[in-house]
């Protein structure tokens, strides 16, 4: 009988990035940024839409949850990856790699789902304005977004109550930097036909009809914006597109190649890439994009500053 059938497995073996000796303490430094970075990034936004009263509007109400889950899945999965970088492998529990794995994939469905409220605010905002106070209000906003971790957790706990209920034998290591979908299923010695085939309707159902929504909102958008008599009208409402267009591109385009294109169409050198572009790589780029593309944001930056400066001053001045 196979040795497999003789071990549970109750500990994983994350092997991470096989880095040279040479570049490790390099390679730390940088993921250590990245995580700085972005975290800081995200709270800016978060703080700069609460503090500023011209930005209290749907578009940056829904952004700071944006922001707000980028920051969940970059410490959800980070964390771990600068551990396996200086220790060159990383061992955790069965139930908190589940855990893990549980926390990245609600955030990942609420933010396709976040992304497609997002469209939709702005097909309203330029193809239905008169409507748009009516139909976006503060209780709708909040119903949404509810809505979008809500239907997030529940999808993802389905997908959780299934792999529990597979038999995981050993060997324990994972060649990967988290518990995701296909490392997991990997160590399973049970029959894993039906945890793929719900995976497959649940992508289905919380990627690809998200983005085919996407796809027919901005249709709807372009038509309108080519509409407009004058050219500076038409790059002025794009410009207010083209930041959600990219992030939509990059997220949805890495999360089709690691979830949607077969195992055996790429390396697991490449789809641990892939993986960090929308774990990592995205939620940094995410607020870039945001910020340096959008004036009213940087205008609130600019007012933030002065006026914590002048606050800084007149307590300076008290004191002395």
């Known amino acids: 009988m196979d040795q497999r059938n003789f071990t549970r497995i109750t500990t994983i073996h994350l092997l991470g990035f096989q880095i040279p000796q040479s570049i490790m303490f390099l390679v730390f430094c940088i993921f250590l940024m990245l995580y700085c970075v972005t975290i800081c990034g995200n709270l800016l936004i978060i703080t700069l839409v609460s503090y500023s009263k011209s930005l209290h509007s749907p578009m940056y109400f829904f952004l700071t949850q944006l922001s707000v889950a980028d920051i969940f899945l970059l410490t959800d999965i980070l964390p771990n990856l600068i551990s396996t970088v200086l220790v060159k492998r990383t061992i955790i529990s069965f139930s908190e790699c589940l855990a893990q794995f549980f926390f990245c994939c609600t955030v990942e469905t609420s933010e396709c789902l976040l992304l497609t409220v997002m469209s939709w605010d702005k097909y309203l905002a330029i193809c239905k304005p008169l409507h748009y106070t009516l139909k976006m209000n503060y209780q709708v906003c909040w119903m949404l977004v509810s809505l979008c971790w809500i239907l997030g957790i529940f999808a993802v706990s389905i997908h959780i109550l299934t792999i529990s209920k597979l038999q995981f034998c050993g060997p324990n290591i994972s060649d990967h930097f988290f518990c995701d979908f296909d490392p997991i299923l990997q160590l399973s010695c049970s029959d894993t036909t039906t945890s793929h085939l719900e995976v497959t309707v649940l992508g289905f159902i919380f990627v690809i009809l998200p983005f085919f929504t996407i796809f027919v909102s901005y249709s709807y958008i372009i038509v309108t914006i080519l509409k407009i008599p004058s050219i ?61 593309r959008n004036k009213d944001l940087k205008k609130a930056g600019r007012k933030f500053i002065i006026d914590s400066l002048e606050d800084f001053s007149k307590v300076f001045r008290f004191q002395f």
Do not use: A, D
């Open 232 to 292: 500076s009208g038409r790059q002025k409402v794009f410009s207010t597109c083209s930041s959600h267009l990219t992030v939509v591109s990059i997220y949805y385009g890495t999360l089709v190649c690691v979830y949607m294109v077969p195992s055996g169409g790429h390396t697991q050198t490449l789809n641990k890439l892939l993986s960090l572009m929308y774990t990592v790589v995205t939620p940094m780029i995410n607020q870039i994009i945001y910020s340096l």
